[in-house]
């Protein structure tokens, strides 16, 4: 059974830090790019960066200097690092395997100002 499922959310104040994970398992993922999305209360869900199979990796402008999306495919895991969070940046994350339709369940993210 494919299933990803992210970690590392929490609640920070504006400035700080987290690393979000995304686990997969039942696929070996290696060679699809890997993306994640956010959506905030009340809002669409967003594309925030995507990495491809060979490491390049892709922002969306609110975030490019302080995201960076990195993946380990031995342990079958992206990452996102998030530096100097805004409070603008809450909402719950999810990672998606780009091509197969499969979806984490999310990982709630809450920047206080």
């Known amino acids: 059974q494919m299933q990803l499922v992210e970690s590392g959310g929490g609640l920070v104040h504006a400035g700080e830090s987290l690393r979000l994970s995304c686990a997969a398992s039942g696929i070996s993922f290696s060679g699809y790019t890997v993306a994640w999305y956010r959506q905030g209360s009340g809002k669409q869900r967003e594309l925030v960066g995507q990495i491809l199979s060979r490491g390049f990796a892709l922002y969306e402008d609110s975030v490019k200097g302080r995201f960076t999306i990195s993946r380990d495919n031995g342990k079958r895991t992206v990452y996102l690092q998030m530096n100097s969070l805004k409070p603008e940046d809450t909402g719950t994350y999810y990672c998606?395997?780009?091509?197969?339709?499969?979806w984490g369940r999310g990982t709630q993210v809450t920047v206080s100002s």
């Open positions: 998606n395997v780009v091509g197969v339709g499969l």
